[in-house]
Antibody, heavy 123, light 108 residues
């Protein structure tokens, strides 16, 4: 059974960089069949896709966040990571990692999701 | 960006009833690249349907999906107590991959 678990600080100061890691068990981040993604959820904006990456290097970003987002995959630890720079209070959200089925190099639906981690941006 | 509009915002029904949830896209979603998710309080979303009508592993057959182009529907027949939750649609046809704002299914 595939499981994903987010980890990282729950509190980040404004203007700093939010860093989260997703640890995958029951599957390999090196699988050709999947992308690995990040999504966040806020009461105001709902669910917002952030980025999706394939271990081979293909990455898709939400244009609204692209200038601040860095994603990476660590195959040795079976993890993937998110960095979001220059955060503000608007980046306060529950952040989820998720696996995405891939077909012909195209990322598809999200399944499964990690349990989510609350990140608050505040001084 | 494809905007997904879900209706109604809240649906009040009784167990045993039938729920019909709508997801309308601002432009056509080709290949029916649309998924539905269920989210319960304090939990992550769970995949119910993909490709508009294919049930994910372990999803009961009382959940069904239909539609194409810009109009999609999630139907839950014979509502069980555990079905009362928030439901989201999501398109994966075009980046950025967007979600609807959700429909809350509550017990009447």
């Amino acid at each position: 059974q595939v499981q994903l678990q987010e980890s990282g600080p729950g509190l980040v100061k404004p203007s700093e960089t939010l860093s989260l890691t997703c640890t995958v068990s029951g599957d390999s981040v090196s699988s050709n069949s999947f992308y690995w993604g990040w999504i966040r959820q806020t009461p105001g904006k709902g669910l917002e896709w952030i980025a999706s990456m394939h271990y081979g290097g293909t990455t898709y970003y939400n244009p609204s966040l692209k200038s601040r987002v860095t994603v990476s995959v660590d195959t040795s630890k079976n993890q993937f990571s998110l960095k979001l720079s220059s955060v503000t209070a608007a980046d306060t959200a529950v952040y989820y990692c998720a696996r995405r089925r891939s077909l012909a190099g195209r990322p598809l639906w999200f399944d499964p999701w990690g349990q989510g981690t609350q990140v608050t941006v505040s001084s | 960006e494809i905007v997904l509009t879900q209706s109604p915002g809240t649906l009040s029904l009784s167990p045993g009833g039938r729920a019909t949830l709508s997801c309308r896209a601002s432009q056509s979603v080709s290949s029916n690249y649309l998924a539905w998710y269920q989210q319960k309080p304090g939990q992550a979303p769970r995949l119910l349907l993909y490709d508009a009508s294919s049930r994910a592993t372990g999803i009961p057959d009382r959940f069904s999906g239909s539609g194409s182009g810009t109009d999609f529907t999630l139907t839950i027949s014979r509502l069980e107590p555990e079905d009362f939750a928030v439901y989201y649609c999501q398109q994966y046809d075009y980046s950025p991959y967007t979600f609807g704002q959700g429909t809350k299914l509550e017990i009447k």
